[in-house]
């Protein structure tokens, strides 16, 4: 029978519906970030890095790129005949067919993977976070405390304590009381949804819940162990650490790849992040071209200005074109001669000529405020931009969309365009 000290099971089945566009035709996790890689990337590569060798990657919502990235798990040495990565979308089943209703119920449904491995712990973790961690030291820290769940936990400042679940904990390590985004926080130990479960226990707690409507670890899975008396105990974690499940957070942590001294480094040779990287040509910048601390992806040509961007893979910048503080994914192609701020452009898109992007008042976006913020112009994938057109702030924009749809040339500050269907 085989045998494995731990494995992970990795959730990456959300839709991350704060990311607006971004996401509407791709899970979070295979959204694309710094230039090269996807989000995914980041948890797949500290498992690798930590010496975990068997990895199950829960898929759900609009999977199919994600499945195309991860493959048979080569890029990050997990082609294996024993473990390596397995993906584990929701199948029909004898009786009875759902989809994953909740982070625990995703579980369940694969207690027959998990099984197959026979396990000591089970590592949960969730494929939409950018950090390096190595699972290996926490499970040494699980393992030397006798703990029967281990939470990955990291301080956060206490005016901002009140977003998060937060854990109370003894003067060992025990965790002693949870609060679920409190009012009044009574610690800053916010939790990372890191954990680390004893087998057994993993597998009685979701049996037990199994018929709990939309079964949750933070919610259902945790609190049920806590009352059984179980040992819970808390890892501290002070690396970086980022949610980038907001168009804000996202784009604030790409940009933070090209400080001067990036607090997250992408280069150390000790904790490499791996990804799926296509056979394509290097980078072209023009002899005409300024590039200033930006980050620029393989076989993209540069024959304007880009100025602290993260340009991805075959991307095209045309002449007299200038970008400042903005993002632009893989394939998209920028017209002659535009001026682009703060601007998100997802991957495939045509931006035409002239076209001048992040102007205008910083209002909110009449459809959906919360989402479309932070003063960014934010296009989704496959997106057309006609020649000429103005487009201001907190705005978004999706489909193939012509001069008409732009009344006297402009797309106002706090409006959508929606050409696709999909913002809705």
């Known amino acids: 029978m085989i045998k494995k000290k731990m494995i992970a099971m990795l959730l990456a089945g959300g839709q991350g519906s704060r990311l607006g566009v971004l996401t509407s035709k791709v899970a979070k996790p295979a959204v694309s970030f710094g230039g090269k890689y996807r989000i995914i990337d980041f948890p ?62 995703a579980i369940y449904q694969n207690l027959a993977y998990m099984e197959s491995y ?31 769940v281990s939470i ?60 709990q409507p939309n079964c949750d670890f933070g919610k259902h899975v945790i609190p049920y162990c806590f009352d059984k008396g179980q040992k819970l105990v808390a890892y501290e974690y002070n690396g970086y650490w980022k949610d980038v499940g907001t168009l804000g957070s996202y784009w604030e942590a790409n940009m933070e790849l090209i400080d001067i001294v990036p607090e997250f480094n992408l280069y150390e040779e000790f904790w490499k992040i791996y990804t799926s990287n296509e056979l394509i040509p290097p980078q072209y910048i023009a002899a005409e071209a300024s590039v200033t601390r930006s980050l620029i992806g393989d076989a993209a040509e540069i024959y304007g200005t880009v100025e602290n961007s993260v340009i991805g893979a075959g991307v ?55 989402v479309y913020s932070f003063g960014l112009a934010v296009v989704g994938e496959n997106t057309t931009i006609p020649d000429g057109v103005k487009i201001g702030k907190n705005t978004a924009i999706t489909g193939e969309t012509v001069a008409e749809d732009y009344p006297d040339g402009e797309l106002a500050s706090g409006e959508t365009l929606d050409k696709a269907g999909v913002v809705g």
């Open 44 to 105: 797949l590569s500290n498992c690798i890095n930590s010496g975990v060798d068997t990895v199950g990657v829960l898929t759900q919502y609009q999977p199919l790129r994600l499945n195309t990235h991860i493959g048979i798990g080569i890029p990050w040495d997990l082609d294996r005949n024993v473990g390596g990565v397995t993906v584990l979308p929701p199948y029909e089943k004898v009786g009875k067919t759902e989809w994953y209703t909740g982070t625990a119920n």
């Open 316 to 370: 095209k910048i045309g002449k007299g074109t200038v970008v400042r503080d903005s993002i632009i994914m893989k394939g998209t192609q920028i017209g002659d001669g535009c001026v682009l701020d703060r601007a998100i452009i997802a991957e495939d898109c045509v931006i035409g000529n002239d076209v001048v992007m992040g102007v205008g008042e910083d209002v909110p976006n009449k459809v959906k405020p919360s």
């Open 118 to 148: 026979n396990p000591d712990y089970v590592l949960i973790l969730s494929g939409d976070h950018i950090y390096k961690m190595d699972y290996e030291v926490m499970l040494d820290y699980h393992r030397s405390n006798n703990a029967d």
């Open 152 to 211: 990955a936990v990291m301080p956060v400042p206490e005016e901002e304590a009140s977003r998060f679940g937060i854990v109370v904990t003894d003067g060992n390590g025990r965790i002693t009381e949870f609060q679920e985004k409190p009012e009044n926080p009574k610690s800053n130990l916010a939790s990372m949804g890191i954990y680390i479960f004893n087998w057994k226990v993993l597998k009685e707690a979701l049996v037990t819940l199994s018929e």
